[in-house]
């Protein structure tokens, strides 16, 4: 352990690592890809949240104003963090440029905000994730959402399982206007043939949300399949 602590050190100092936001040299010894500034100014969804969706409100206790207008499928989505900033940015690297190695400090920051909310995964039995089209996967090479569902996974002892499928291709959401985004998806997921989820409680996991149509779509597939309770956590809420 120490000749491989002392290898990383000196190829670090050779080759110096820079943290993915600031782009600031980072220690050798340094065990995360963004510096402690950075992760500092990673900003909590502020409380109180609407019961279902998880947008920060001003009253506790209650729904936000679209919730009360439509209830969602889902009986309560929570986002860590608000999707802004260093974050942004660290999603962006991740997702879009291919960075996996982000993926553990952001699991990690996944981890902090469960840790002050355990009640979000009280009798999950599986934990499953919002996929992506085999077109999209085949560009990519990774699902992002599945990634950060994997760490939960590893990290919580619940079992993950790949129990939904989406159907077709469907534009980007954050290519699209409110209302084109609470179509967009209609119909676009549905279950692996074969998966049981009779009675189960499930989470869904995803990177981002925003207006809540996905995990909603995906939600109404896991129901309709016999799901008891499904719930959705994702690292970021868009603003």
Known sequence: MAIATLAKSFINLIYPLHCAACKKPLDPEHE??????????????PAPHCIYCGRSVDTAACACGDCLNKKPIFSKASSAYLYEGVLKELILQFKYKGKLALSNDLSGLMSDFLYDNPDILEDVSIIT????????MMRRGF???KILAKHLSDSYGIPMVKCIEKTASTKNQNELARLDRLSNL??????KSGTNLNGLTILIVDDVMTTGATLNECAIALKKHGAANVRCLTLARGL
């Open 32 to 45: 995360s890809a963004v510096c402690d500034h950075c992760i500092g100014l990673i900003k909590r969804n």
């Open 129 to 136: 994730f919002v996929p992506i089209s085999t077109s999209r």
């Open 143 to 145: 699902n992002q959402s």
């Open 186 to 191: 209609k119909g676009a997921f549905r279950v």
